[in-house]
């Protein structure tokens, strides 16, 4: 019977007042705490128990240690936006509780998707007895799961890793962001990154494609990307020589995307207008549909999951561990979309394991550093049901 205090109100705040409210035996209290309080009343609504609500800017710490000292929570789940991070963690340092979070901390005026800011506070949880759990969403999150199982139960030895995140789901819109616009075009338009023998290789942003047959799904074309679990993975996994990230858009996002590009509006340096400093995308942010109303539109499924190749018993493997989910089921069950549905689940049960105790240690920590098994046991158990596909190694393609 655990207290929990979850801060952010969006799509996955949704999806993850929804799974813990359907584990009350784990999740005896929560309180949905966000910047605008209506947002926590109407998911309040939608919920089978009584949940509390509260308006909160988590910005202001002080804030948040009150709210903290209120509510005495046993953990704070953190799903507001990546500049949040250092601020809520400092507050659960000052309150004496234990931190999860689904994306790493980034400066508002600069896009780096850098662990650097959160590792920093590995001494301060460590000396504090506190436990603080990073990236426990998809992707950073079960992917990161993903390659801790393999190395535990497939691989002798893992030599390569191809993170690929297909979402094929259609929302009807020319254009849509299916999670925060802002944090979403940010990180499509940063430079491609991977690493390989020790190094970080750059490629220009979305310049390296390649088309995968995704279960379930069928041919996509996915374009190599930089995404935030390609740092601790590349630090973590013993042996590897080469990590790198894979995402599908369709025609028509990258058309749109490109021409926001070449006029300006994906910008994330304040401009003039008219006597006002405007950000341009936080301004593009207004005009596009919200996120989270693209649940009741949006059809299709999405297929994540990690390729790893490398050694087992002396001879090569190749497998796939992937998830395949479908919007329409998630929308049925916890009125978002399977973007939404595929990071908030993952957060309730990174913070059922915390509660549990199977995971709970002091310091910080990334996802693959902790045991995969049960994490493994309650994906399939809560909703994100997994498969291991053996591949031909002949096929391996560079
Ligand atoms: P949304 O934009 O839909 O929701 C963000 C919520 O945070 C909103 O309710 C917003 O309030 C609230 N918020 C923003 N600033 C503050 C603040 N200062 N204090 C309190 N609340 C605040 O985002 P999503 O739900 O789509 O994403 C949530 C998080 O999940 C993000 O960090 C995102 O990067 C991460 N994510 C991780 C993924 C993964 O696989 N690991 C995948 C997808 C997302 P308001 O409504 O008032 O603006």
């Known amino acids: 019977m655990s207290r929990v205090l979850i801060i952010g109100a969006g799509g996955v705040g949704r999806v993850v007042a929804h799974k813990c409210a359907q584990l009350p035996d784990v999740f005896s209290d929560i309180c949905l705490a966000s910047r605008t309080q209506s947002k926590c009343d109407q998911i309040a609504s939608e919920l089978n128990c009584p949940i509390q609500t509260a308006a909160l800017n988590a910005d202001e710490v002080g804030q948040t240690v009150n709210l903290i000292k209120r509510f005495r929570p046993d953990l704070v789940i953190n799903v507001a936006l990546p500049y949040q991070d250092l601020s809520i963690m400092d507050a659960c340092l000052e309150a004496d509780v234990d931190y999860l979070d689904t994306a790493n901390y980034e400066p508002p005026d600069e896009a780096r998707f850098e662990y650097k800011w959160q590792w920093a506070y590995q001494e301060k949880f460590k000396k504090a007895g506190r436990m ?161 109303s693209l649940g009741p539109r949006t059809k299709g499924k999405t297929c994540i999951g990690c390729l790893v190749e490398g050694r087992k018993d002396a001879k090569r493997r190749r497998v796939f561990i992937y998830n395949v989910c479908d919007h329409q089921a998630c929308y049925e069950e916890v009125k978002s979309q399977a973007v939404s549905y595929t990071t908030g689940v993952p957060a309730m049960i990174g913070a059922k394991q915390i509660l549990s105790g199977q995971w709970r240690k002091p310091g910080v920590f990334n996802m693959e550093q902790l045991d995969p098994d049960p994490f493994m046991t309650d994906l399939n158990a809560c909703g994100l049901p997994w498969n291991v596909l053996e591949m031909p190694v002949e096929e391996a393609e560079s």
């Open 132 to 292: 603080a759990l990073l990236g426990s969403g998809f992707d950073p999150g079960v992917t990161n799961v993903f390659c801790a199982y393999a190395q535990k139960h497939l691989f002798d030895e893992i030599e390569q890793v191809d993170i690929l995140d297909c979402n094929a789901g259609d929302h009807g819109y020319p254009f849509a962001t299916n999670f925060n616009p802002e944090i979403n075009i940010r990180e499509v338009t940063s430079i491609g990154r991977y690493w390989e023998e020790g190094a970080w290789k750059e490629t220009p942003p979305l310049s390296v494609k390649r088309d995968f047959d995704f279960p379930e799904v069928g041919v996509r074309r996915a374009y190599l990307m930089y995404h935030e679990e390609l740092e601790s993975l590349a630090l973590h996994l013993k042996g590897l020589k080469r990590i790198r990230f894979w995402m599908t858009f369709g025609e028509s996002y990258l058309t749109h995307l490109r021409v926001l590009e070449n006029v300006g509006m994906t910008g994330i340096k304040p401009v003039e207008f008219q006597g006002q400093q405007i950000v341009p995308l936080q301004f593009l942010k207004a005009l596009l549909p919200d996120p989270a």
